[in-house]
């Protein structure tokens, strides 16, 4: 089992992650996004939240 305590900072654990887990993790950050742009007046227009939602979501899927 790795210690992740005792791994480099720019090291990222091999631990298996479970797809829900996952699903959830991504879904609840969107949603949240989406919930700060609405909630903020939409500071940026729609079409740039979603090229930046996708590109970060591309970035770490």
Do not use: K, S, Y
Request: some cysteine; aromatic content about 8%.
């Amino acid at each position: 089992m790795t210690n992740c305590r005792n791994a480099h900072p720019l090291q990222v654990p091999t631990i298996p992650l479970n797809r829900e887990v996952i699903l959830q993790f991504f879904g609840a950050a969107v949603v949240g996004a989406v919930e700060w742009w609405f909630r903020n007046g939409m500071p940026v227009p729609p079409r740039v939240m979603a090229e930046q939602t996708g590109i970060l979501l591309d970035r770490n899927l």
